[in-house]
């Protein structure tokens, strides 16, 4: 368990390369993408985490209660906004690319060469 | 065992049953998938709310507040999309029984107040979504 | 107001010219947009100019240190995020922010806007480019740098797409939209990394609480997942796939913005990241650091410029000219001394200059015969002298004929470089002489006609082009702006190789930047540095010699290629190379990939 | 005991999370995939809450459950004209002609 | 190169890539750890300026300018999906044909609308004080408004939803972050900094600016998801090539449709 959450973080991100490198369709790749991404956020917040520890949001809790890393949360909350506006970005341009181009299929853009 | 590690307890067991959802999600019929997507919403909202109790956390409530808005018009969306809804027993019966089974004793372990009023709210939009959407429609399978 | 509070104002500024554009640019007419833009463009180039002159000045010190919010060290410690201004961070926000008004001026009446409903919306994704630059280059905090990373990339990707009417400029941004994000995703990787070693995030917080324990496998990832995101921006071999593509295909203004300085900002990253993070003795050993940049530099110099000197596509060609001299700016750094660092600021201070005004060049072309096309434009431009001298001036200046900035640049930086390896100024004159010869050789065919038509290679595949202009129609009359700014450009690169105050702040600022310590002092402890004393730089004998003996081999490449094509075809030997850029996003994914494993490969020695 | 069973959610949906990105990643037809994906919001959701992160998780549910699948169905939707129509259009047909005219090239 | 090829390189570098990353987690501190001390500064600097959500004091006091970034990549997103999804000249607009929606799914689609609202705004509202905040808020906004396209169809959700307001909105609430820290510097201080009474702990009006920004965000993420979402929709639904092609009307797959058929 010390590590477990490192190997699935790096796991995750070796996948969604590999569905990357292998996609046929321009839409899945894009969602491969999404999902390299979410190694990130895994990494973080495991990172982050203290045993014992709770959400560092005293609403409901004292302030001296024993609290995990708030500052990783903080940076996952801007990745996962990174990662949706990358993600719609890309959408946009495949949609267009299929306008223009007639695929979405890597292999079948074939106009920047050499 | 305190009474937090009963409710975490509590919560592994949605959570467990998501393994066959999965499954169900990646490689069943469209039709199977939609109903796994729908049980996977109520499943998870379910054991966020037990988890929610047994980190002594009401605040961690507002994840599945957020779930169950979400959740069922996530699956009406599909719906549309895939062109199917079929009914499922399944959901229908967790939505019924499942829900209540879990919310109530929340609400008794909670006392009167407003987090009690929030799980409530949680457990009414978790069956209203859980229900509608497990009805199916009277012409499943024709056309296309 | 003090130096370091103007800092956020270089970022703020242009962000809310964004918002003010997009919020009222609808119902302005064009003129009042345009002219607005360019106003929320020069408000932060001269606040950036002014912080460049105080810091650089040496009154109130070589650094200014700005914390965002108030959150000043306590104890060394602190919560903020800290915004640094040396000389060479201020210069390259000063040299974006000054590009982007050029950039401006360019398209001022020169876009078609698109049909309804979006006016104002390209000078907007431009301030906030120009935003996202100068954050890049002020920020000292390496999360922060990530984010401005991303915002770089986001609007890049919109904008080199922005023809949505065409397939090329699509496909174009994909890939780099694809490559590129996945670069910041192992950029944030590494940063997570190191954070959970250090608790920190600032760069000089990580080095100093780095530098407490030896080296491990941690560092090393941290130092490969890192420096991956940043070569990526700076493609860097093989990284370097998705620039042509994107280049290749982006309006023109976005073209002299993207090779102009973006690129450059991805060196500026590694070595910046280095020097602060990984220098001390908990980070990644000069040797080994060395090694790779080394390695990679001279593939990518090599690589960009074979590649460049087989385009008839002239934009794709200017592209892997920007490629090869990433290379040797890359090389530059490598050699980790002041002079190097120095000398490569020059360069790249000079080639943006250059290259945006080439840029410009191919903009007219472009716009005027509605191909950019080196066969099919052949002889045909004679009526455009004015852009012909341009160009062609421009070419030579690549090739780093003094007294341009990009001679000046890479005589100091190939001396310097010279001093770690015997054989790296020749690596310099080689590349500077077949980009340069390239671009002549377009020059001869196109605006002289000089020769025989062009016959088709049948080596492998190629990139014709043709392509839409980018005005409502062809150009009869070529506007003002489109030869104003590239030749004020040009003009702007002579000036870094004439006037002596521009070499003497970039050789103070190269020893500041090489300083680890005294950033850190600066930063962390608040010392004032004593700003070292300013040395007057002169044109080596050697780098003037061989800035005319590359400017000669450019010629004499071109006149070659032009009057005795067979001669210089060696055919057989780069359609294989060719043939890797295949235009495949599966393709360059895995070639990232892979130069991970280059990088790895070439750091771990420093491991025990 | 409580830190125990945190430690047995948390590796539970590690897991899960592990398995659905491998999922998302294996089912190579978008709409599928946009499924998959978020199922896999849904259960990096249920692991930032495990990890006390509810922000977080807050976040991903609405952007990884809602947001991004939406907007791939909406893009499969533009890009398959007819139901069943997952590949590019045979023989240079329909929406590839401009392309085609701009580029000199059919195109497949 | 072939598909093979490609997938053999790739397994080669990932190969090297894969040790040196298991390498690394092994160099990492155990996983929960206790080993936090920039967290533990944010959350005493949270406590100081009165904020009881740490990562909202992180996110729009401490880190201000990381979220300044995160919105303006977001703004430029929405700005670059609007120019990228124009319509080109050679498309026209079609109105799609009313779908019908069955009875329970219209009730319980008009039922949710103003629920899921009131949640989105509680959980904007609420951002400095427990989980949620702007982004997260503006997130389950725009999606509620989309629950009209459920309930009902793409002209019922088009009447709620002119495009206009809302890019603006978006640039109000983007300019509205900028100038909230700009008003910082005239007031002398620095750029973003909490210059308001912090109020009292755990009240919705603590935390100083936290709730302004975090207010500044919430409108500009709901409105720039609303745009970016109508975008796509347009797209889908109403945008046809010159050819005829690329888009249907709406729903004539969906379950109501087909029942009246």
Known sequence: MTVLPYLVAGWIFLVGVYGLVTSRNLIHAVGC?????????????????????????????????????????????????????????????????????????????????? | MSAADGWLLAGLVPLLGLVPVLWRIAYGEPGDRLIAQNLACLLAALALLLTAQGFGRPAYVDVALVLSVLGPAGTLVYARFLGVLPGSRLVRWIALAGVPAAVIPLCVAT????????????????????????AGSRDEGVGA | MDTAGLLPLVIAVPLLGAAVLVAGGRRLPRIVTDALGCAFAAAPAALALLVLARVAGGGAGPYAVEW???????????????????????????????LVVAVLAYSWHYFEEPPRRHGGAFTALILLFQAGMCGFALTGDLFNAFVFFELMGVVAYALTGYRVEESRPLHGALSFGIVNSLGGYCMLLGITLLYARTGELGLAQIGRALDGRAPDGLVLAAFVLVATGLLVKAAAVPFHFWLPDAHAVAPTPVCMLLSGVMVELGVYGVARVYWTVFSGPGGVPHPDLTRALLVIGTLTALLGALMCWRQRHIKRLLAFSTVAHTGLFLTGVAVLSPEGV???????????????????????????YAS?????????????????????????????????????????????????????PALFVLVSAVTGGAVLRVALRVFAGAGRPPRAAEDGPETTGEAEPETGGRLRRVPVPMLAVPAALLAGALSVGVLPGVAATAERAGRLFTDARG?????????????????????????????????????????????????????????????????????????????????????????? | MTGTLTDVLVAVALLLVAAAATAAVLNRDPVRQALVLSFLGLSLALLFTFLQAPDVALSQLAVGSAVTPLMILLTVRKVRRRPGDGGPPQGGAGDGRRGAGRDGRPPR | ????????????????????????????????????????????????????????????????????????????????????????????????????????????????????????????????????????????????????YIAADYRALERVRPLRPYEIGEAVGEAAYVITGLAAVLAGSAFLANVLPYGTFATLSSGGTVPLLNAAVGMEVACGVVVLLAQFLDQAVQIEGADGGGSDDDGPRGPGRRERA
């Open chain 5, 1 to 148: 190169m072939s598909p093979r090829g490609r997938l053999g390189l790739f397994l080669a570098g990932a190969a090297v890539v894969a040790a040196l990353f298991t390498v690394a987690c092994l160099g990492l501190p155990p996983f929960g750890g206790a080993h936090h001390p920039y967290g533990d500064r944010a959350v005493r600097a949270a406590v100081r300026h009165h904020t009881s959500n740490a990562i909202a004091s992180v996110n729009f006091d401490q880190r201000a300018l990381d979220t300044l970034g995160e919105e303006t990549i977001l703004f430029s997103a929405v700005l670059g999906a609007v120019v990228l999804l124009r319509q080109t000249a050679d498309e026209r607009r079609h109105t799609p044909a009313p779908a019908a929606v069955r009875p329970p799914i219209r009730r319980f689609g008009l039922l949710m609308l103003p629920v899921a609202l009131a949640v989105g705004l509680y959980v904007v509202a609420h951002g400095q004080l427990s989980p949620g905040g702007g982004f997260q808020g503006g997130v389950v906004v725009a999606t509620a408004l989309h629950l009209l």
């Open chain 3, 372 to 424: 950019v096309d080196e066969h099919e434009l052949y002889g045909r431009a004679g009526e455009l002298p004015v852009t012909g001298v341009l160009f062609t001036v421009g070419g030579l200046a690549l090739s780093g004929l003094p007294p341009f900035g990009t001679g000046l640049g890479k005589a100091l930086a190939e001396e310097a470089a010279g001093q770690a390896a015997g054989w790296l």
């Open chain 3, 68 to 98: 965002v919010g108030g959150w000043h060290l306590a104890g060394g410690e602190g919560v903020g995020i800290v915004l640094v201004a040396d000389p060479l961070g201020a210069g390259l926000a000063a040299l974006v922010s000054v």
């Open chain 3, 519 to 608: 950033y850190r002092a600066a930063v962390l402890d608040g010392r004032p540095v004593a700003a070292p004393a300013a040395v007057a730089q002169h044109w080596p004998t050697t780098g003037i010699l061989l800035g005319l003996l590359s400017t000669a081999l450019a010629a004499a490449l071109a006149a070659l290629a032009v009057w005795r094509p067979a001669r210089t075809g060696a055919t057989a030997l780069t359609a294989p190379v060719r043939r890797l850029q295949s235009g495949h996003i599966g393709d360059y994914v895995a070639w990232l990939v892979v130069g991970m494993a280059l990088l790895t490969a070439l750091t771990a020695t420093g491991l025990r």
């Open chain 2, 111 to 134: 006392g009167p107040g407003r987090a009690m009023v929030k799980l409530l709210v949680i457990g009414a939009l978790l069956m209203a979504g859980g229900l509608v959407t497990s």
């Open chain 1, 33 to 114: 993408l999404a999902v390299a991404q979410s190694s990130t956020y895994v990494l973080l917040l495991a990172v982050g985490y203290r045993r014992g520890g709770t959400a560092p949001v005293f609403s409901d809790v004292p302030p001296d209660r024993r609290v995990v890393d708030p500052v990783v949360q903080a940076l996952a909350l801007t990745d996962i906004v990174v990662g949706a506006t990358v993600t719609a970005l890309l959408l946009a341009l495949v949609v267009q690319l299929r306008k223009r181009h007639g695929t979405v299929d890597p292999d079948a853009l074939s106009d920047l060469k050499g």
């Open chain 3, 342 to 368: 120095s000398g490569t600021a020059l360069y790249v201070l000079g080639h943006a200059g250059v290259k945006a005004a080439l840029f410009g060049c191919v903009g007219v072309l472009l716009d005027r």
